[in-house]
């Protein structure tokens, strides 16, 4: 993998940003939107700005299964390639706030085995950084991932320190911070987020993490873990920094 592909995989990492609101699309030309976006995605599956854009139009028509049903096809295809099980992965993401608690267990498991199939494929830190936090989400006394997510996690930290910082990097430290927390190293925890703060002192999440102490902080990390906030997921942020001279 060259410096080029690790620097764009690593500024990519925007997953869990901000929670976003969908609303359902009452309009007649939605379903023609889709019919042609859909389209453009099986011609070209790789292209993760045009999957992605694809995706938001699903959250926004409600249509969840639309776009798990097309991007598993497409995984289905020999060849297929890390793009598309990236996309698939973050389209089980996309549905997992409207599932039943029962159905998000299968959900994390499938966006788990996505975003694997992503890196047999192609490792790459931000198919790594969403394997590792969806494993924060997924039940440890059905699937015992907690330290397998820390390390993944881990992992895009040890290749994201190489590159030149991006504000989308902050994500990193609240995540692999909340990791630690979620194993009970509340030491390493701590010391996660403070040296994230020091690289982006003005991060809310990284201050309110170390502004706050015992139950306040438990709720704080419980809150952001919460399966039923809806997360962004667009990458149009990351994509934009990434092409950015």
Request: aromatic share 6%; charged share 20%.
């Amino acid at each position: 993998m060259t410096a080029r592909t690790r620097f764009t995989g690593v500024v990519l990492l925007i997953v869990l940003l901000a929670p976003v609101v969908a609303s359902t699309a009452a309009d007649p030309s939605v379903e023609a939107r889709l019919v042609t976006m859909e389209r453009a995605v099986s011609a070209s599956p790789e292209n993760l700005r045009l999957c992605a854009d694809y995706r938001q139009q699903v959250i926004a028509a409600g249509q969840f299964d639309r776009s798990i049903k097309l991007l598993e096809r497409l995984t289905a295809r020999p060849g297929a390639g890390p793009n598309a099980y990236l996309n698939l992965a973050l389209a089980y993401v996309d549905k997992v706030p409207v599932a039943s608690p029962f159905r998000r267990i299968f959900l994390g498991r499938d966006a788990l085995n996505a975003a694997s199939a992503s890196i047999a494929r192609q490792p790459s830190p931000v198919a790594f950084y969403v394997r590792g936090l969806v494993s924060l989400y997924l039940p440890e006394a059905l699937f015992h991932r907690l330290n397998a997510g820390v390390a993944d996690l881990e992992h895009v930290r040890d290749v994201m320190v190489t590159q030149p910082i991006q504000a989308v990097h902050a994500r990193v430290y609240v995540s692999l911070g909340d990791g630690y927390w979620k194993i009970h190293d509340l030491p390493r925890a701590l010391a996660i987020w403070t040296d994230g703060l020091r690289k982006f002192p003005n991060n809310a999440d990284l201050r309110g993490r170390l502004a706050n102490t015992g139950v306040d902080l438990d709720r704080i990390v419980e809150r952001s873990l919460d399966p039923a906030r809806r997360i962004d997921t667009s990458l149009h942020d990351a994509l934009a920094e990434a092409s950015a001279p």
